[in-house]
């Protein structure tokens, strides 16, 4: 009996460990940008610790996700006319399938500096969920690559293209659908891609006077639990709201004054760091607490980060510090439960990639493929930079203790020195 209840936890720690090594979400399995792994790499270059170079074909911006050995990815041809899946080994690098998915007669216009492959996909066991906006959802069997359902309905105007990505919550696949003419929140059952609930944000607040492009936004909500009970938060144009993820019904709101939110909202210490949006310098970091009821803008707004607050690159909080990396390159760290800020670094290049936390480390990731890789402590320390070629502009993915980078050509395995 002790010797099976010995090897009942033994499979349960495999089990629990392979958890640990997988990146299902843009932000990893805990939506959050942090990494358990204390064995990733902390040199690399183009001929050093490289296990592994993919080419990858047309463009995308969208992070790997990965489950077990597979990794999944989308692209797309850049006049967006199709669009693509894409398995590959993480072990070999080798491309398993090249899925096309969608055929788009007249592709939407978008913003020079977004892809028609944005959003990043969700995986779980046996499936894979990707999302091109408006253009449609699918849902892929991972072993055979067979498409197992798909929606084309769900649709807006994105003016500037698509990059909200897709989150899993029990049954439940829930997107994000804000452009300038439509502001919603779909919720699918994953099985067969019915919806099963819509929640759409306020019509008293989206108002005729307020130009289309101040109503959208490309971001992607998280799930928390608050008193026992599990919440989703969504941080569209204009207001965050919390939602029950059940059935979408909005519990609390909070009123900002902007637009094109990007940056996901990273939680700890009670608190909400949410991103407002807004145009390029006038975006704002605001902690909100958890909890409430109702519209609480004014008895849940904790502090407010105004100045280089983060806008395009999702922050990482460290114990007690929050790293963030502001639009003009100022990388911040600032005291997490009261807003003080305890040091600025302006950094090289510019940063679209969002930040990756790991024990004891923090990987910033610029356009042109540099990667500072600096200490979370009280004080600004370097611990090495390292050069890919290329540019990039997806975020990183962590998976059996290794690095996968993407470049705008490239999937790259980063392994080696640590």
Not at 148 to 163: E, I, P, S, Y
Request: with cysteine; charged share 20%; glycine share 8%.
């Amino acid at each position: 009996m002790r010797l099976r209840v010995l090897l009942i936890q033994v499979v349960l720690i495999g089990f629990i460990m392979a958890a640990h090594a997988d990146w299902p979400d843009w932000r990893g399995p805990g939506e959050q940008g942090q990494a358990k792994s204390e064995k990733l790499p902390l040199r690399w270059s183009e001929t050093e610790n490289v296990a592994w170079k993919t080419a990858i074909h047309d463009l995308g911006y969208s992070t790997p996700v990965v489950l077990g050995k597979q990794v999944w990815l989308t692209t797309a041809k850049e006049d967006g006319s199709d669009l693509y899946a894409v398995g590959i080994d993480l072990k070999t690098g080798e491309i398993k399938h090249d899925i096309s998915v969608f055929h788009v007669e007249q592709p939407q216009k978008k913003n020079p500096s977004n892809s028609y492959a944005t959003p990043s996909p969700v995986i779980e066991a046996g499936r894979v969920y990707v999302h091109y906006g408006s253009d449609g959802t699918a849902c892929i069997d991972t072993k055979s690559g067979e498409i197992l359902w798909k929606r084309t309905d769900l649709n807006c105007d994105h003016m500037q293209g698509a990059a909200s990505s897709p989150v899993l919550y029990e049954d439940l696949l829930i997107l994000t659908i804000e452009g300038t003419d439509k502001y919603f929140t779909a919720a699918l059952n994953k099985k067969t891609g019915e919806t099963v609930w819509t929640y759409n944000r306020p019509a008293d607040l989206y108002v005729d006077s307020i130009q289309g492009v101040y109503k959208k936004s490309y971001q992607t909500p998280i799930f928390i639990t608050v008193d026992g009970k599990p919440q989703m938060v969504s941080n569209g144009a204009l207001l965050v709201t919390g939602h029950n993820p059940r059935t979408g019904e909005e519990i609390w709101r909070v009123r900002y004054r902007d637009d094109s939110t990007i940056s996901r909202i990273v939680t700890g210490h009670g608190l909400l760091f949410v991103n407002t949006g807004g145009s390029p310098g006038a975006t704002e970091l605001w902690a909100i607490r958890e909890g409430g009821v109702g519209d609480v803008t004014d008895t849940h707004v904790v502090w407010k980060m105004t100045k280089n607050s983060p806008h395009e690159s999702s922050p990482v909080l460290v114990d007690d510090l929050l790293f963030t990396m502001g639009q003009n390159s100022r990388l911040i760290c600032t005291e997490a439960a009261t807003g003080t800020q305890v040091w600025e670094q302006l950094m090289e290049g510019d940063y679209w990639s969002s930040l990756l936390a790991a024990p004891g480390r923090i990987y910033l990731t610029n356009k042109k493929g540099r990667t500072t890789v600096i200490a979370p402590e009280r004080a600004y320390r370097e611990l090495a930079v390292n050069q890919l070629d290329g540019e990039v502009w997806a975020s990183p993915a962590v998976a059996d203790g290794a690095l996968l980078m993407r470049t705008k050509t490239h999937l790259y395995r980063i392994d080696g020195e640590r």
